[in-house]
C-alpha cells in the first residue's frame, strides 16, 4: 500500500519533507516538499519549493515547482517559476509566472 499524507485544513506545517508517497494539501505548508505525487486542495495553500512527479493544484501555490505532470484545476492559482514536462491548465485556471519551461526541449 502506498503511503499517502494528508495535511488537514486548521494545520500548519513548516520545513522540509522528502518522501516516495504522495502528500494531500488541506492546509499550509511553507517549506521544500519532494514527493511523487502532490495535490493542493481547494484550502490548500503551498510556499517555497515543490519536487514531484505529479502536481495537482485546486487552491494556491507560491513556489517554484520542477514536476513530470502539472495540472491546473479551474481554482488554481501558480505564481512560481516552473519546470514541467506536461502540464494542463484548466480554464479559470491562474498562472502567475515569470518562467514556464518544458524540461523536454532542454534535454535535445
Same mark, same amino acid.
Given at each position: 500500500?502506498?503511503?499517502?499524507?494528508?495535511?488537514? %485544513?486548521? !494545520?500548519?506545517?513548516? +520545513?522540509?519533507?522528502? +518522501?516516495?508517497?504522495?502528500? %494531500?494539501?488541506? *492546509? !499550509?505548508?511553507?517549506?521544500? #516538499?519532494? /514527493?511523487?505525487? =502532490?495535490?493542493? &486542495?481547494? !484550502?490548500?495553500?503551498?510556499? *517555497?519549493?515543490?519536487?514531484?512527479? @505529479?502536481?495537482?493544484? %485546486?487552491?494556491?501555490?507560491?513556489?517554484?515547482?520542477?514536476?513530470?505532470?502539472?495540472?491546473?484545476? !479551474?481554482?488554481?492559482? /501558480?505564481?512560481?517559476?516552473?519546470?514541467? &514536462? @506536461?502540464?494542463?491548465?484548466?480554464?479559470?485556471? =491562474? #498562472?502567475?509566472?515569470?518562467?514556464?519551461? @518544458?524540461?523536454?526541449? =532542454?534535454?535535445?
Amino acid at each position: 500500500m502506498k503511503q499517502s499524507i494528508k495535511i488537514k %485544513e486548521d !494545520s500548519f506545517f513548516k +520545513g522540509s519533507y522528502a +518522501g516516495s508517497g504522495d502528500l %494531500e494539501l488541506y *492546509g !499550509s505548508f511553507e517549506g521544500s #516538499l519532494n /514527493v511523487t505525487n =502532490l495535490h493542493v &486542495r481547494k !484550502s490548500g495553500i503551498f510556499v *517555497g519549493f515543490i519536487s514531484a512527479q @505529479n502536481v495537482v493544484v %485546486e487552491g494556491e501555490i507560491n513556489a517554484d515547482i520542477q514536476a513530470e505532470n502539472i495540472h491546473l484545476k !479551474s481554482t488554481g492559482i /501558480v505564481d512560481g517559476e516552473i519546470m514541467y &514536462r @506536461n502540464i494542463v491548465i484548466d480554464s479559470g485556471g =491562474l #498562472l502567475k509566472s515569470q518562467m514556464v519551461q @518544458n524540461m523536454s526541449k =532542454l534535454e535535445k
